[in-house]
């Protein structure tokens, strides 16, 4: 950290410290992130709102709740498992809503017939988007990651058709996102609505949250909300781990696969004393094994050793104050390469071709926070956060060396203008980053200060229709000053169709190296077409994101289905291109001079078939093209056509079926001098993966799974494998499974007393 604070002179230090003494001195804070809060209003035949006192707001499938008090509000404290709410008044027609935790809910029941002696019971779907949110967000709750092993973040996409993961390269194992296909590093991955998996940690940084640590996640395409930040280009993806006050008091998972990779995971809940409570989450990752399916002489995924240690504390409190925090520490040590391979060797093409890899992160957070008793829609936030990351790589003859340390502050305030017509989100946030990278002996240092403002305004006139509109205004010490504007809107085009319309700006500085290291996983040689004496040389990126997506919930054979398409652009001022094409012996990084674009286009139609027995059915096609030296092409490795289809039983006894059908498209190959003319695009193929779950009391399941069930893989991934340190070896160039049929069997244990 002391890099940080000796440059801090020339980075805003005034800005700095009115943010530090915010966070000393605000008793405000991140209130909503443990509980929900709002108001039931009940809708009359004459159109008239009034409060609705003692109406039941209760957690979906359990008897955990809370009645409302005199003017219709209440506070709800979030239980293990539940992520939507079931609301119900007499004399109004009952609700089932998803909990939206990031800011009060505003309920409205209107007013109808009670029969007397009627159940009705309502099955939340795993996936489910809010039909009120003004922004489309997709929530995979427990059901939905639970389909799959779901061993870390990047694989707990794996049965939902918004989000493609594929392998990076084939040496290291790594597994990479995309969205409305773009890379990972577009989308904002945030953990509970702080920055999280950004700078040089974007490209391991999603091994790093396991899944089983993982209480829902928000999925939002296209533009964000400006609270979050201004990186958000393609997406965002917030991840909300289990919290203290809900966790129950011991959790116990255990995970094998046939390459005798092992994980663990124990998650404990200690109350320290009436008002204190604490959670430690312990993950621990082994696998010592390399093996050669291809028999190719190289690993096709490296020997790992990972330790991730949470520990974070809560104040629970009958005040409308929430007070927390915590720490977490990451190590992961791993080496890959030829079979033969042993670390400390002597460096020299006389020896085998290796990989080794060593990470470590340390992270502390607090979050502070109050609602307003007796006006729940208005709040305030303080969110502070530090953290430094290490890592140490070695690609055969090559060494990285790379180092980020970086300070957060984001102060929020919610509240409404005139009525709950009308609601308002203004705050004030500092990000601070040092980066010391080393490449073949060349360094690359830069100090980020942006300090931003920022604004969110919320009309909804009628039910109908909303809109969000945000501004941001940040400034970069080195790009200066940058505007992100963002707005939103939804409109009901008739009962249960939804239409929602959103446009918006967002940056990114580009980590060039971090970001694309899979590329030293080839003798290739790195051009960088500098233009400046900062960082890398190059300009920052900046796109615009304009999107349309429909919804459409209707009743077929007695059961809901719902419909969806969705239709998204991205158009990019500015993108750092890489270029594998113009040399086979060298990849060029360069600012854009011309048009890069996609376009991507999604069908999704989800059905109860019968009782019990979910399918979901999607279709993406993708157009992704960038400007090559003077040509306009479509991105490498990015398939145009995608097909998915989930199909999910559960019987009255607790069992469950799980199957995912994945068909990928050809893709586009740079061309290499090794290749030809008529190997330069990959084959169409089918991923198929399965999982069977027993599950005894709620407390205990078996699953037994397999991943890609057909054995299909790309068979020749490394060119030139036979002699590593000759011109022309690439291992980079992937565009299909590197692995072939994976069985894995696993526990979880829930203790609840």
């Not at 809010?130 to 427990?142: D, P």
């Not at 109908?464 to 504007?485: K, M």
């Amino acid at each position: 950290m002391m890099l940080i604070f000796t440059n801090l002179r020339r980075c805003n230090m005034r800005i700095l410290l009115i943010l530090v003494v915010l966070a000393t001195h605000s008793i405000y804070g991140y209130a909503q992130e443990n509980r929900i809060t709002g108001r039931v209003l009940g809708l009359s035949e004459s159109n008239t709102k009034q409060p609705l006192i003692g109406a039941n707001v209760l957690w979906i499938n359990t008897l955990s709740g809370v009645v409302t008090t005199e003017d219709g509000s209440f506070v709800l404290p979030s239980i293990q498992g539940s992520d939507s709410i079931v609301i119900s008044y007499t004399g109004f027609q009952s609700d089932t809503l998803l909990a939206d935790f990031s800011q009060p809910m505003t309920i409205v029941l209107r007013e109808g017939v009670e029969l007397a002696g009627a159940e009705i019971v309502h099955r939340v779907k795993t996936t489910v988007v809010s039909h009120s949110a003004v922004i489309h967000t997709e929530n995979l709750g427990h059901g939905e990651l639970h389909k799959a092993a779901c061993c870390n973040l990047s694989e707990s996409f794996e049965t939902s058709p918004s989000v493609d993961v594929s392998f990076s390269d084939a040496i290291t194992g790594t597994r990479q996102i995309r969205m409305l296909g773009l890379a990972g590093k577009y989308s904002q991955l945030t953990r509970e609505n702080m920055p999280d998996i950004r700078g040089l940690s974007s490209f391991s940084g999603m091994d790093f949250i396991p899944g089983t640590w993982i209480n829902s996640i928000q999925l939002i395409k296209g533009a964000g909300s400006v609270v979050n930040g201004y990186e958000s280009i393609a997406g965002q993806i917030n991840t909300e781990l289990q919290r203290s006050s809900s966790m129950p008091p011991l959790f116990v998972n255990f995970y094998i696969n046939n390459d005798q990779q092992a994980e663990a995971n124990i998650q404990f809940k200690n109350n320290l004393g009436k008002s204190w409570v604490n959670s430690l989450l312990l993950h621990g990752k082994y696998a010592d094994f390399k093996r050669d399916m291809n028999k190719d002489g190289f690993a096709d995924k490296p020997a790992t050793k990972q330790i991730v240690v949470m520990d974070r504390v809560e104040w629970i409190n009958d005040r409308q104050i929430h007070l927390e925090f915590g720490g977490r520490f990451i190590f992961r040590d791993q080496d890959g390469g030829q079979v033969n391979f042993e670390r400390g060797q002597i460096l020299d093409s006389l020896h085998p071709w290796g990989m080794t890899n060593q990470i470590g992160k340390a992270e502390v957070w607090v979050k502070i926070g109050k609602v307003n008793p007796l006006k729940p829609w208005k709040s305030s936030a303080l969110q502070v956060s530090a953290s430094t990351f290490n890592q140490k790589s070695l690609y055969g003859l090559r060494e990285y060396f790379g180092n980020q340390q970086s300070i957060y502050l984001n102060f929020i305030h919610k509240g409404q203008l005139f009525n709950e017509k009308n609601e308002f989100t203004l705050g004030a946030s500092m990000i601070l980053d040092q980066f010391e990278e080393q490449l073949d002996e060349v360094d690359y240092k830069r100090l980020e200060s942006v300090p931003g403002i920022f604004g969110e305004f919320t009309f909804k006139p009628k039910e109908s229709w909303s809109v969000v509109f945000g501004l941001r205004a940040d400034y970069h010490n080195e790009y200066q000053w940058f505007i992100t504007p963002r707005v939103h809107g939804r409109f009901q085009l008739f009962p249960n169709a939804i239409l929602r319309l959103s446009a918006g700006r967002g940056l990114r500085t580009a980590n060039i190296i971090s970001e694309n290291i899979s590329l030293l996983a080839s003798n290739r040689q790195w051009v960088i077409q500098s233009e400046s004496d900062y960082g890398f040389g190059l300009k920052p990126e900046i796109a615009w994101n304009y999107g349309a997506n429909f919804t459409y919930s209707f009743e077929l054979n007695f059961r809901e289905a719902i419909f969806g398409m969705a239709f998204y652009r991205t158009d990019f001022s500015n993108q750092i291109i890489i270029d594998l094409e113009q040399d086979y012996r060298k990849v060029h990084f360069y600012n854009l001079d011309g048009l890069s674009y996609a376009n991507s286009a999604q069908f999704q139609f989800d059905y109860e078939l019968f009782r019990r027995f979910d399918i979901r059915l999607a279709y993406r096609w993708f157009d992704v093209k960038s400007t090559f030296g003077s040509k306009l092409k479509m991105a490498p490795l990015v398939a145009s056509h995608r097909g998915f289809l989930n199909l999910a039983y559960k019987t009255k006894k607790d069992w469950k079926f799980d199957m995912t059908f994945n068909g990928v498209g050809a893709k586009r190959i740079p061309i290499h001098l090794l290749q030809s003319e008529n190997s330069t695009w990959s084959p169409s193929y089918m991923l198929v993966n399965a999982q069977v779950t027993k599950t005894w009391n709620e407390v205990f399941d078996l699953y037994l799974g397999v991943e890609n069930l057909t054995n299909y893989r790309q068979m020749d991934p490394i060119i030139l494998a036979s002699n590593p340190f000759q011109e022309g070896f690439d291992a980079s160039l992937i565009w299909g499974p590197i692995w072939g049929q994976h069985l894995y069997l696993g526990f979880r244990w829930t203790i609840l007393n």
